[in-house]
């Protein structure tokens, strides 16, 4: 047992980061060979590593934080401050397809009739599933909220209710967003409308999955006990990225749903 005069983590020797650009490296070579060739063999393997991969580096974190106790104030303080930045980063993400949709319906080119909606795109009803997705993400939001509370009181059960309501609304939205692609009559290919539509409800989609992924993780670390009133900065970020799922879902449902139709 090593000890320091200092409350810095300094991080082990780990074989994930090596193993994780392995990975990443297979996983884009194999895209490229499912493009090309349609053999998704290469492709499959390196989704196996990357998420091998993910598994053990985040299982080497839980155990840093919650049974060696690497994680003091001052290191959780540097987390808190990259998960702000990582949120950030996303802000500026998604801005980029609000910037594009945008210019585009405001100032709608000849190539698409100078018109907005475009003349051939049947768009969606915002009173239908958009706004039943609107409600179950608005109800996420109190429900992991919930779980907030209840951690910081110390009450099992109800952070255990809480967070397993919030993940199954999570993936309630998730099928619901599938079958409105499903019944979707225009795709990405269509004009500029179906290109920011898709992009823009697509990742919203990808982040709700992974999201959904994370606070699935906080149940089964809270079941086993990992989280305390006290150190619980795992669930606090995952509360934090499911915050600003919602707050994404509002802006694209009262652009992209009910004002851009």
């Keep these: 047992m090593m000890s320091y005069n200092h409350p810095f983590h300094l991080v082990d020797y780990s074989p994930w980061p090596l193993t994780g650009a392995?990975?990443?490296?297979?996983?884009v070579t194999g895209m490229i060979k499912w493009f090309?060739?349609?053999?998704?063999?290469?492709?499959?393997?390196?989704?196996?590593?990357?998420?091998?991969?993910?598994?053990?580096?985040?299982?080497?974190?839980?155990?840093?934080?919650?049974?060696?106790?690497k994680h003091t104030i001052l290191v959780l303080k540097g987390l808190r401050w990259g998960m702000i930045l990582f949120i950030v980063s996303e802000v500026f993400f998604f801005l980029?397809?609000?910037?594009?949709?945008?210019?585009?319906?405001?100032?709608?080119?000849?190539?698409?009739?100078?018109?907005?909606?475009p003349i051939s795109i049947l768009t969606f009803n915002p009173f239908q599933i958009p706004l039943l997705n609107?409600?179950?993400?608005?109800?996420?939001?109190?429900?992991?909220t919930w779980a907030?509370?209840?951690i910081m009181e110390n009450n099992y059960s109800q952070c255990t209710q809480s967070l397993f309501i919030t993940i199954c609304l999570g993936i309630y939205f998730t099928m619901l967003q599938a079958y409105e692609y499903f019944e979707a009559t225009f795709s990405i290919s269509?004009?500029?409308?179906?290109?920011?539509?898709?992009?823009?409800?697509g990742f919203h989609g990808i982040h709700v999955m992974i999201g959904t992924m994370f606070l699935l993780i906080c149940l089964l670390r809270h079941i086993n006990?990992?989280?305390?009133?006290?150190?619980?900065?795992?669930?606090?970020?995952?509360?934090?990225y499911w915050h600003f799922v919602d707050v994404v879902w509002l802006f694209l449902y009262i652009s992209m749903y009910w004002w851009g139709n």
Excluded: K
């Design 22 to 27: 392995i990975g990443v490296l297979t996983l």
């Design 36 to 69: 090309h060739n349609y053999n998704m063999n290469l492709l499959i393997l390196g989704y196996m590593i990357v998420i091998l991969t993910m598994y053990q580096w985040w299982r080497d974190i839980c155990r840093e934080s919650t049974f060696q106790g």
């Design 96 to 117: 980029s397809f609000f910037w594009a949709f945008f210019h585009s319906s405001l100032s709608p080119n000849i190539e698409i009739g100078a018109i907005w909606p």
């Design 134 to 144: 609107t409600i179950i993400l608005i109800t996420s939001g109190v429900t992991v």
């Design 148 to 150: 907030h509370h209840s």
């Design 190 to 201: 269509d004009s500029i409308y179906g290109t920011t539509f898709f992009m823009a409800t």
């Design 225 to 240: 006990n990992h989280f305390s009133n006290m150190h619980h900065f795992g669930f606090e970020a995952a509360a934090w």
